[in-house]
């Protein structure tokens, strides 16, 4: 399948990719055609997908078999109005419609909003109302019903709400009942332009409200380099990429690129993280390829490995922040396996990687992917020199690759902010080496100024984790108390359970943030230890999972009030 989209498909090391990757782009493509229906007839028996629950269940799935529900599942939308340029959203978890329902969207055009079930009913009311979305598609469970039920009459544009199961209720549509009665699609003369829009993201909104992402067709293609070249994925391999189907990562990791290069998905469908269930299922269905974002990693690191055969295992990826070295580095005494990191956003596909011909430096996101034109651009609008600071930057003046987003939906100001003068300004903050490797400072608006230096968080957070007791941990800025250095690092910490005894008492507490202190001085510049800590039981997050900066800045603000 890979030939479809590329010129070469095999290279023999980073120069070789570098200088001759080059993909190629159908005039109507439509990724439910052009590669499931496609492997559904050239290897309609090849398995595509293991599915298990956390309540034992197990379902596999050949290409065959997707073929023949996402037909169904399209008969049903067509029946009920949906049609080419809808808005649907999808609340789906990891349940397997997940997967027939994006598949059905693309084969009659209409435009898929994959959405976390985290959702309030005043997000799904934003989300509605900003897209004009016609149709919501999710799971029969509490209080994802009450949210949509609660947000549906102030979305004017809203005309189906679509139950899966188990529950129905009224006023809403039954899924499996609808996709039973209808015919099963035909494409007939359907065609739809590469350049169509198929997918719209909201963001996670780590800093500000979600902003509307809208994808076109080709970025499925843009992420082979992904699937390809970043997991190293073959027809043999059986995949699991941990994530909810409402986060960007899912797309990333569980769907386009990975069946694009034929390999097999594992999905665990569960409603609780245990380390200890994810280690078991690596051992019972002989996973080869794993993928998660650092926080897994971080508990992961705290099993005893010696209790699983995990020698099914090959290759190992991380994504969505970077990674802190100390685990890296434990994951690696503990597996023999590096960790291959990588970086991209909402906006685009991978952008940046470590590939199979290069060697993982711990905290460094890679090299450019070669379908990219990366750069790091200073404040001053130059390109970086090696070790100097700047935004990370696609140019697309040449060309615009595949796999970046069209605009920012009904946003025009906000997509010439990002992207003008043939310049994609990603905000987030980097640095290069003197072997081109990329090192992440931080997002741009969270570089703390303190005494005259500039401090990236993550390097001190890096710092931080190293310690035993430190579980997670989020760096920010706050007004120094004595006035003397505008403001000083805080650390927001949450501590292993063993180590909560350390915090007990004002005395015990005071010596524990000492001996932290300490330790980040021996790590780091001493200049960069964070002079104020706070111990936490959870740490605020966005529905993608990622640690939200700006809330603890904007609750310390608060305090300061």
Request: hydrophobic share 40%.
């Amino acid at each position: 399948m890979l030939e479809k989209f590329l010129t070469k498909t095999h290279f023999a090391s980073m120069e070789d990719f570098r200088e001759n990757l080059e993909l190629k782009i159908p005039d109507h493509f439509n990724f439910a055609y052009d590669v499931m229906d496609a492997w559904a007839e050239t290897d309609p028996d090849k398995l595509a997908m293991i599915w298990v629950n956390d309540k034992g269940q197990e379902r596999k799935l050949t290409f065959r078999d997707f073929k023949v529900e996402s037909d169904k599942v399209a008969g049903y939308l067509d029946s009920i109005g949906i049609g080419k340029g809808d808005m649907v959203m999808l609340i789906l978890k990891r349940r397997l419609e997940f997967w027939t329902v994006m598949l059905a969207l693309h084969k009659i055009g209409a435009i898929a909003i994959p959405a976390t079930f985290l959702l309030t009913s005043k997000d799904i009311e934003y989300r509605c109302k900003s897209a004009e979305i016609k149709a919501i598609i999710c799971c029969g469970d509490e209080p994802i019903l009450s949210n949509v039920t609660k947000a549906e009459p102030k979305c004017p544009f809203l005309e189906k709400m679509i139950s899966i199961g188990p529950s129905v209720p009224e006023g809403w549509e039954d899924f499996h009942a609808g996709v039973a009665a209808a015919k099963p699609w035909e494409r007939g003369d359907f065609i739809n332009e590469s350049t169509d829009p198929f997918m719209l993201y909201f963001t996670s909104g780590t800093s500000d409200e979600p902003k509307m992402v809208l994808h076109n067709h080709t970025y499925a293609i843009g992420h082979i380099v992904t699937a390809a070249y970043w997991h190293n994925l073959t027809p043999e391999s059986l995949h699991l990429t941990y994530s909810d189907s409402g986060w960007g990562k899912a797309v990333w990791g569980k769907l386009y690129g990975q069946w694009i290069a034929g390999a097999c998905l594992f999905v665990y469908d569960h409603e609780k993280f245990v380390p200890t269930d994810l280690l078991k299922l690596i051992e019972k269905y002989r996973i080869t390829s794993f993928c998660a974002p650092p926080t897994i990693y971080r508990f992961l690191i705290r099993e005893d490995f010696n209790k699983y055969d995990l020698s099914s295992l090959k290759w190992c990826t991380t994504a969505g922040e970077a990674l802190n070295p100390t685990v890296f580095e434990i994951f690696h005494e503990k597996t023999g396996i590096w960790i291959y990191e990588a970086f991209g956003q909402t906006e685009t596909t991978l952008t940046l990687g470590t590939f199979p011909w290069m060697k993982p430096r711990p905290g460094s996101m890679g090299v450019p992917n070669p379908a990219y034109d990366i750069d790091i651009i200073t404040a001053d609008g130059r390109s970086a020199e090696v070790g100097e600071e700047g935004i990370i930057a696609i140019r697309t003046d040449k060309k615009t690759p595949l796999g970046l987003f069209m605009c920012y939906y009904r946003n025009p100001k906000l997509t010439r902010k990002s992207w003008h003068d043939g310049v994609y300004y990603t905000g987030d903050v980097a640095y290069r080496d003197s072997d081109g490797y990329f090192w992440f400072l931080g997002r741009n608006d969270d570089i703390i100024k303190t005494s005259g230096y500039r401090v990236s968080p993550f390097e001190v957070e890096s710092a931080i984790m190293t310690h035993p007791s430190v579980v997670e941990c989020a760096v920010t800025g706050v007004p120094d108390p004595e006035g003397l250095r505008g403001f000083v690092i805080k650390a927001t910490i949450v501590i292993a359970k063993e180590f909560r005894s350390h915090i007990a008492t004002p005395e015990s507490t005071e010596k524990f943030v000492k001996e932290i202190q300490n330790h980040v001085k021996k790590i780091t510049a001493p200049y960069k230890y964070p002079r104020v800590i706070e111990f936490v039981e959870t740490m605020p997050k966005t529905i993608s999972g990622k640690i939200r900066h700006v809330e603890i800045r904007e609750r310390d603000a608060r305090k300061e009030d």
